[in-house]
């Protein structure tokens, strides 16, 4: 019995080193490219945007793709590793084929770069996150306490990229290239499936055929999900694209304004580390329904008291509520999915009714809230986000249908739960 906690427990932590070395990389590249393509590869604005619409362009199909992929491999590495391999490319193609190729064609290198950095990032993404999720219910370990390591990651990340970009720009891609190998060794020689536990997590993949697939688009509480995807977790970035424009304008200098925010985020990221190990206890004793539900409420009171904020005080305390979102969200979507949803179409859900859904909603609504922005002011344009968020969390609470809580990993037993 020692021996088998031993193993659970050492089998454990390649899965947080999964997380840390992708979301580093992710950190590093959402947060510094943007920085790089103006100073370092002399892009204009229409151009380095024309890279984040391909990325954003091609998610919409990479994810379903690999959403199904993922479903037919289960614990399979062969896409994973794909992805992971690839990411070790980051370094060598931003050190020598972009400069060269910007020298040919602009909208070429974007279109390139679009493509590769989706085909790692914004497709791969629902990757990972499903291979560890399966991971935790064959295993027996919480999702959330992985997902600790790409917490932890996006601290480092934004502290440690900032110090690279100033030593040498390129070296914050070469930062990802390291990160990639590491990636890789963890998993293709760490990260251990209990593989006599694998049908609990849709192990059996050869029952898993189109059919299956396409009686998702016919049940109701998948597009329920979508809907509560599509007006919540989608605003939750489209409210954050442009807040520290409206959080500057609660400091006389923009340099006080930035040096506030960058401690203010700081805060939050540490704040969402730490509730991470708990979470799971929290969501196990309120249902991962719930804690979706609660998601919404806590962000429908976030971007509307954003709005209503008398001082900078409560800016930044409603601000420090998203280090609260974050753990509650990624904890009760990825059991929420297992508990309502056939575990042999997990990672299709996962990619359909959140990457998917959030992609298209991000990209109509990113326009839309950027003219209201210029229209009728940042708290007006809060009001109507905050509405948006209200009633798709209403919709949420009438109609998403109850998980089932010992297929969730919710409770323990052989009983349907509630």
Not at 40 to 65: E, Y
Not at 240 to 251: A, V
Not at 268 to 297: C, D, H, T
Request: charge should be neutral.
């Amino acid at each position: 019995m020692d021996t088998a906690q031993t193993s659970k427990k050492k089998d454990f932590w390649g899965f947080p080193v999964t997380h840390f070395t992708y979301f580093f990389q992710w950190q590093i590249i959402n947060g510094y490219l943007t920085l790089w393509l103006e100073q370092v590869g002399h892009l204009n604005g229409t151009t380095a945007g024309f890279v984040f619409s391909m990325m954003a362009f091609m998610s919409l199909i990479f994810q379903p793709i690999f959403g199904i992929i993922s479903d037919k491999l289960v614990f399979r590495k062969n896409l994973l590793a794909t992805i992971s391999i690839a990411s070790i490319l980051i370094g060598p193609y931003f050190q020598w084929l972009f400069m060269p190729l910007v020298h040919v064609n602009s909208a070429l290198v974007a279109v390139i770069t679009g493509v590769f950095l989706s085909f790692v990032f914004n497709g791969g993404v629902s990757v990972i996150e499903q291979y560890v999720q399966r991971a935790s219910l064959a295993n027996g370990f919480e999702y959330a306490h992985s997902r600790m390591g790409g917490s932890l990651a996006g601290a480092c990340a934004s502290f440690a990229g900032g110090k690279l970009f100033l030593w040498t720009p390129n070296s914050i891609f070469w930062a990802c290239s390291v990160m990639g190998v590491i990636l890789v060794c963890t998993v293709l020689f760490s990260d251990k499936i209990h593989m006599e536990n694998a049908a609990a997590a849709g192990g059996d993949s050869d029952s898993l055929d189109w059919s299956l697939i396409g009686q998702i688009f016919k049940i109701r509480n998948f597009w329920i999900l979508s809907i509560f995807y599509i007006g919540t977790s989608a605003l939750y970035d489209v409210f954050d694209q442009q807040f520290i424009i409206f959080f500057k304008s609660y400091f006389h200098s923009a340099a006080a304004g930035t040096s506030a925010y960058s401690y203010m985020t700081t805060a939050q990221i540490a704040l969402e580390f730490l509730l991470m190990f708990p979470m799971p206890w929290l969501i196990n004793k309120i249902g991962s329904r719930n804690g979706l539900i609660a998601y919404g409420v806590i962000l429908c009171i976030r971007i509307v008291g954003s709005a209503l904020s008398p001082s900078v005080v409560w800016v930044i305390i409603l601000r420090l509520l998203a280090g609260f979102e974050m753990p509650l969200v990624l904890t009760s979507i990825m059991k929420y999915i297992a508990g309502a949803f056939d575990v042999r179409v997990y990672a299709t859900v996962y990619a359909l009714a959140s990457n998917f859904a959030k992609q298209i909603s991000v990209f109509i609504f990113s326009t839309v809230a950027g003219n209201l922005y210029d229209s009728i002011g940042f708290q007006h344009t809060y009001f109507v986000l905050g509405a948006i968020v209200a009633v798709a969390t209403i919709i949420a609470a009438l109609f998403l249908t109850k998980e089932n809580r010992v297929q969730a990993g919710e409770v323990k037993g052989t009983s349907s739960g509630n």
